[in-house]
Structures are given as C-alpha cells and as structure tokens.
DNA sequence: TTCACTGCAAATAGTTTGCACATAG
DNA sequence: CTATGTGCAAACTATTTGCAGTGAA
C-alpha cells in the first residue's frame, strides 16, 4: 500500500517542513515518528506521549498536544473522535475513516472510497464539500451485532 | 413532517417512561421539552442546561447530565457529537442528519438516502451496522467555500 | 544572536460522583 | 412509606496557557 517506507515519509515531513522555513525539532520528529509507528493502535494524545516518553522521557504531555496541533496546521496530521472522550490523531497520509463499536470499542479503519458517493452527491446536490476527516461511525460490530 | 405536535410528543415519551416502569421527574420533564422546544439550535448540555434553568433554576446542571444519560438509556435521545468539545442532544423520534457549514453554521437537512450506500457498504464489507444518528458532517457550504 | 519552541506548573472546561435530602409512585 | 432522583460541592479528566529558560537556524 505504502509507495514509500515508513523512515523516509517521516523524513519527507520535515523536509517540507523545512522547505517553508519551520523549524525542525525534537518534538516534532517524535511525534511523527510515533503516529507512523503506532498507527495501528489508535493511541489517544496522552497514551501517544505516554509512547513517547518511554524514549525521551523530557518531551512533555503539554509539548505532545502542541506539536499535534502545529502539525495539524501544517496539515501534516488529522484528528479523530474516537469515542466519546478520545481524540486520535494519524498523519495525513494514512487518511481513513473509522467505525467504532459501540459496544466493545473495537475500531475499524474505512476505506475513503465508502464515501465518495455520499460526498460526490452533498456537492451536487448542497453544493457543500464535506470535510470527513475528523469523523468516526458509531454501531455494532459483527461480534456485538 | 411531524405527524404529532411537540407538546404531545414529549408527554407520549413520559407515558413510554411510566409504562415502563420508571419515574417521570420534573427534571426529566423539563429536559426533554427544552430538547423538543430548542431542538434548531443544537445546544451543548450546558447551554441547554442554562435554558432549563431560565424557568426551573432549581434543575442542576449535574442533574442534566444525569438525565440525558438516562434518557439516552432509555432510547429516548441521542447524541451528536458537533465540534471538537461540544456534544449535542436531539430526541430520538427527531432522527435527522445534517451538514454543518463549519464557517456560517447553516445546517442542511440531508436525505437519508445520501447514507444508503455508506451503510449497505459497512454491513457487506465489516459486517458492521451503522448507527449513523450521531453523526453531523461538517465542511463548508456552497457559500462559504 | 534571535526568536520560536519547550518544560513546568497552574488554570480552565467539560463531565462525573458521593452524600444527605426531597419526592414519585 | 421507601426506593429513586436531585441539589450541591468537590473530584476528575482532557486540554490550554503564562512564563522563563533552551535550542534551531
């Protein structure tokens, strides 16, 4: 799937980062780093520092939720609501949508093509462009169903 | 659209309630008639909980929390998750999606036949039902773009 | 060297909980 | 009457902010 490993799309980042005349730091190579090893997991903000700290235990919870938001900004990385009090983030090359269970919290990762209908008719139709991104479907999994 | 007007519409949900069983308290009266009343605005809880209070100071703002839980139980509303800390409520019977222009806040009421495809998709392809009554799109509307 | 970034502590916002009193059935 | 619900205060959790020191370019 991935056209190019993991290392290098990090390094990617902050050379575009670079390239706009931001500054690269520690930080900020932590954080990426972490969101595309730990992408599977679904970590919310403090489990993702928690992750972090276990390497460089001097980048601080209140420093995490910076560098999230400046990437945001950057567009680097999306957010996601996961549950009712878990927000998520991935960087934006791995832009999925999720379904979670209401159940048992499982998390599913969505193809985007599941919604090209629906956005194709909301700018036919509304003339509005969906912006999907921070979306999660709630419901029941086949094994709570 | 409504087949049966709003007043009626909340003592049909207290005699649910009472026929079931549970109490029907001035809280939980008071809850889902602001609900009913106020239901355009999509209000947060602590906003819908200042416009109990307008007329019933004495209905704590905990005591709206604990009641739309309760009544969430009971399946008689549900939630949206709106913005980024904002939770909405919405009686369960008012069960309509919309978009959100995320710069002028106009909402679009949307078809539920917009879902159809999204939702046949979750179940073929995750096995997973979707309960998309939770969901507002948000984006930007045609004039806002 | 300089200005953006970060660590830390303290503030804030949203939500939940324990307990004694009130009230629906 | 008695179990359930509510008011209130206080606790909690997630997130944000002010400030002074640090480090990238």
New interface residues.
Partial sequence: MAAVPDRSHVEDMLTLLRSRGQRVTTARRAVLEALVRYRDEHLGTEELAVRIRRDQPEIHLSTVYRTLEYLEEQGLVHHV?LA?RA?SHHVARDHHQH?V??HCGKA?D?DLS??D??TR??AD????????G?????????DC?
């Fill in positions: 609501h009712h927000v379904a269970c209401d599913f969505l599941l919604f209908e629906l008719r909301l139709e509304h003339g509005f462009t969906a912006e999907l921070h979306i999660t479907i709630g419901g029941r999994c086949a169903a």
